[in-house]
């Protein structure tokens, strides 16, 4: 079975995913609130967003060789991460995954994964 990082076409999309994701997020009026918890220049956050994915996704594990971990609730603390936000990550990431030409069923392989991904930095009732 291929993983998600081969069925999405390797290094190439998985960097045009995260790229899209953080474009989503600047141009998508419902994702405002996770917007504002960004600085201005997004370049490094969608390097770390590949990174990311990159490992979570099949590929080769960026995030940990670069970083030594893959914690996702450390790097959230300082934010109040609600249901609302995960659920406008959500909606970055689907923008992102059709943008990339995603097939109906890689798309419907992450949809769950994805979910508990976003969920688990949820630090905030809401």
């Given at each position: 079975?291929?993983?998600?990082?081969?069925?999405?076409?390797?290094?190439?999309?998985?960097?045009?995913?995260?790229?899209a994701?953080?474009?989503?997020?600047?141009?998508?009026?419902?994702?405002?609130?996770?917007?504002?918890?960004?600085?201005?220049?997004?370049?490094?956050?969608?390097?770390?967003?590949?990174?990311?994915?990159?490992?979570?996704?099949?590929?080769?594990?960026?995030?940990?060789?670069?970083?030594?971990?893959?914690?996702?609730?450390?790097?959230?603390?300082?934010?109040?991460?609600?249901?609302?936000?995960?659920?406008?990550?959500?909606?970055?990431?689907?923008?992102?995954?059709?943008e990339?030409?995603?097939?109906?069923?890689?798309?419907?392989?992450?949809?769950?994964?994805?979910?508990?991904?976003?969920d688990?930095?949820?630090?905030?009732?809401?």
């Open positions: 079975m291929q993983t998600p990082y081969e069925l999405l076409g390797g290094e190439e999309k998985i960097r045009a995913l995260a790229n994701f953080y474009d989503a997020m600047d141009r998508l009026p419902q994702a405002a609130g996770i917007r504002q918890m960004h600085g201005e220049n997004l370049d490094l956050i969608k390097e770390r967003l590949f990174e990311y994915l990159s490992g979570w996704m099949g590929g080769p594990p960026l995030y940990f060789n670069n970083h030594n971990t893959i914690c996702l609730t450390t790097p959230h603390k300082p934010f109040a991460i609600k249901s609302e936000h995960r659920d406008q990550w959500l909606l970055c990431m689907d923008q992102a995954l059709e990339v030409g995603a097939s109906a069923e890689v798309r419907a392989m992450l949809k769950e994964p994805l979910y508990q991904l976003a688990v930095v949820r630090n905030t009732p809401d």
